[in-house]
């Protein structure tokens, strides 16, 4: 399992953090999915997970990713 941290542009409330936890959960091989509102960072835990996808599913929430750690 691989852990990988992104920012998240964008984001201004817990409704945010919902819409962006949703959508990257529903990624096939996600395990598990943490938004932070304070610091803009979402870590995704997973298998086969492509930063293309998260990047794909972020978008589909409404909110853009940025660079991964």
Do not use: P, Q
């Amino acid at each position: 399992m691989t852990e990988k941290t992104h920012t998240v542009a964008g984001m201004t409330c817990a409704h945010c953090v919902r819409a962006i936890h949703d959508e990257v959960l529903n990624l096939t091989g996600v395990a598990a999915v943490d938004v932070d509102l304070t610091t803009g960072r979402l870590r995704v835990r997973g298998d086969g997970v492509s930063d293309a996808a998260v990047g794909e599913a972020v978008a589909e929430a409404g909110y853009e990713l940025g660079h991964s750690a």
